[in-house]
């Protein structure tokens, strides 16, 4: 934006204009001349928003906390607004004062700008004015610069100096022993990005030590972020020294007396796995995995739950199935009949994916009953997961197998007392269907699914039945249509319920598509014409977007012989909203140039 289109004779205009409305009682109208500062910037100029506007904004750092918030994010984009990475170092004053504020979100979002900003600093520039920033957070009296200043070693340690780096470990090292438990909390949640930007040999010798303090701190928010921290930490070391430095510090966390604890290593279970390796995983993993699977708190049995499958996967394989079967299946067969529906839930949605990884023999004679006493379970978010998987156990026992073990369940599951179940299975029928192959589907799921048409309650379920039914057709072709679902698709219109007689529309939509112009006019368009004089006005309107929807497919004769004069009664309807769709589907396939 040019200056002239912004400034007046005043020059000192947008600033003026800026201190009136950020003295302002309206917080909405102050929020929004922060969110505004990089066109002031662009009036000003470069020199002006240097010398000018970053001064003030520095000295007026006393607002709410959501207008501090978008002063914070604006910051952190205004290299260029100052004449660009060459004076990128006159936004660190604001930043600084920010990152100090007590408000977190704001602190936060502060830290974020510096990270950013600090990339853009030469490292001249950087050991000149952002270092000693980030020591005057360090050593500030308060905790929250302290707590801030945790987040920003990792982005400027590995561009210093020697000397720099000595100080910047010192600093590091004194926040993660401060007497404050947010700064070591702090410390402990950017340890793991710390460690990966020292030298080898200081992760050794430094940052074992502060990680292993902060797993046993007093406070159990240290302890679990410690234990997130021990992923990056456990990825940089060899094997010797996981197993004699990690793995006890690892051990303890998994059996910590805080629950909160040992949910954060079952959370992080999987990606500890694959930072201490195949051999430790064996060794020491497994039992600390098994005691996971049987805490006494239920959010960690299924925090550990969900894990199942991906630590399963991960296991060697020339050890993985032995493992499997003696060590982790009996406890899965725990979790079936837990107590608790989450951690029912939870292994509900990962153990069909230890399915193709036992193979057929003891996907069958292991896995199938599990599946069939989750597929009964009580909980319906535990048959929906369940259902929500089966692809993944067709793939290894097959559809014969499947049918006759999970068919009678899945069947009883279509009726059941919670829609979303129902939804669920009507889903996945496309799917099954396909690997049943017609003659099974006709025989034992047909019925089933014209069921669903009419389902008393719930509309979701009509239209996904609708949906299914053009999925099958497109999978078992136009034919099979014609001879089984068409028939009893019109067959509702002639039911009393009116709901009835509007799914039969609703179906005649989505099968149009689906079977084409010619078994559309032979066979459907009829039916929607009679239903064009049904005594139910709502019938009559849907009998309009039904004509607007499968016009495009039918054949000019057909729309001028038996469309139009349909569309054109149903504009003198007695009822406004008949007249109204009809006129709206005549417009529309006029202006298409279907009539």
Known sequence: MASSEVLTDDSLYPIAVLIDELRNDDVQLRLNSIKKLSTIALALGVERTRSELIPFLTDTIYDEDEVLLALAEQLGNFTPLVGGPEYVHCLLPPLESLATVEETVVRDKAVDSLRNISQQHSPQDLEQYFVPLVKRLASGDWFTSRTSACGLFSVCYSRTSASIKTEMRSHFRNLCQDDTPMVRRAAAAKLGEYAKVLEPEFVKSEVLTLWSNLASDEQDSVRLLAVEACVSIAALLPLEDLEQHVMPVLRQAAEDKSWRVRYMVADKFTELQKAVGPEITKTDLVPAFQNLLKDCEAEVRAAAAQKVRDFCQNISTDSQEQIIMTNILPCVKDLVADPNQHVKSALASVIMGLSPILGKINTVEHLLPLFLTQLKDECPEVRLNII????????????????????????????????????????????????????????????????????????????????????????????????????????????????????????????????????????????VITLGSDSVANVRFNVAKTLQKIGPILDQSTLHSQVKPCLEKLQTDSDIDVRYFASEAITNLAVAGHI
């Not at 309650?457 to 999978?475: D, M, P, W, Y």
Request: net charge negative.
């Open 388 to 527: 929500s998987n089966l692809d993944c156990v067709n793939e290894v026992i097959g559809i014969q197998q499947l049918s006759q073990s999970l068919l009678p369940a899945i069947v009883e599951l279509a009726e059941d007392t919670k829609w979303r179940v129902r939804l669920a299975i009507i889903q996945y029928m496309p799917l099954l269907a396909g690997q049943l192959g017609v003659e099974f589907f006709d025989e034992k799921l047909n019925s089933l699914c014209m069921t669903w048409l009419i389902d008393q309650g719930i509309f979701a379920i009509r239209e996904a039945a609708t949906q299914n039914l053009k999925k099958l057709v497109e999978k078992f072709g136009s034919e099979w249509a014609t001879n089984t679902v068409i028939p009893k698709v019109l067959q509702m219109s002639r039911d009393q319920n009116y709901l009835h007689r509007m799914t039969c529309l609703f179906s005649i939509n989505v099968l149009a598509e689906a079977c084409g112009a010619d078994v559309t006019t032979k066979f459907m368009l009829p039916t």
